[in-house]
């Protein structure tokens, strides 16, 4: 992927830590699911093989949905770097990403009925003309969550059939997704530096 361009956009805040409610009151749910999904990760410090891999997956995601939080339309359309990279692309390519992996390779289901574009994978990264900040996350969060199911019917020993390595096990699917995901957070972080000054795990 081309490099970020070399504008290094508006300084970032002192404090980068996610913002509580007013008064001292309760964060907001978005800023609560993700204290929960880090307190996931460190639960798991010494936990068993296939918790920890989830975890850490969860994490991402969550974090990858925080960086749109709080954007216009036109912020998380707008093009910072040279490359097709938006927040609002970003969102995209991960929700067919997911679905390429859970719901065709590990579900079984064709590329067609799944309405995934495999074409070239610069095609993941069309956002449609109808589609919003809020309509996009929602897509990523319900296509995570159909991920969560279909891989929890096997274990992670489980082997696939997949056209380029012929064969690839559960395991090897979450530690490419925690891969995959984690490259692409890093991405929407620089880019939400680069639009507000924000940074770190939330919005």
């Known amino acids: 992927m081309d490099e970020p361009s070399s504008d290094p956009g508006p300084d970032a805040p002192a404090d980068a830590a996610a913002p509580q409610a007013e008064g001292g009151g309760a964060a907001p749910a978005d800023d609560r699911a993700l204290r929960e999904v880090q307190r996931a990760v460190l639960a798991r410090a010494v936990g068993a093989e296939r918790e920890?891999?989830?975890a850490f997956l969860d994490y991402l995601r969550r974090v990858v949905a925080d960086k749109a939080r709080g954007l216009t339309e036109e912020q998380a359309r707008r093009r910072l770097v040279p490359s097709r990279t938006t927040v609002a692309g970003l969102l995209r390519h991960?929700?067919?990403?997911?679905?390429?992996?859970?719901?065709?390779?590990?579900?079984?289901?064709?590329?067609?009925?799944?309405?995934?574009?495999?074409?070239?994978?610069?095609?993941?990264?069309?956002?449609?003309?109808?589609a919003t900040l809020a309509s996009l996350t929602a897509d990523y969060e319900r296509e995570c969550a159909r991920s969560r199911e279909t891989a929890a019917r096997f274990g992670l020993d489980h082997v696939f059939g997949h056209e380029e390595a012929e064969r690839l096990s559960l395991r090897w699917i979450l530690l490419h997704m925690?891969?995959?995901?984690?490259?692409?957070?890093?991405?929407?972080?620089?880019?939400?530096?680069?639009?507000?000054?924000?940074?770190?795990?939330g919005g």
């Open 94 to 130: 991960l929700t067919l990403v997911e679905r390429n992996w859970f719901q065709r390779v590990v579900g079984g289901r064709s590329a067609a009925e799944l309405e995934l574009p495999l074409d070239t994978a610069d095609d993941t990264w069309d956002v449609p003309a109808e």
């Open 178 to 201: 925690i891969e995959e995901t984690a490259r692409h957070a890093g991405h929407a972080d620089i880019l939400r530096e680069q639009t507000d000054g924000r940074t770190g795990d």
């Open 52 to 54: 920890t891999a989830e």
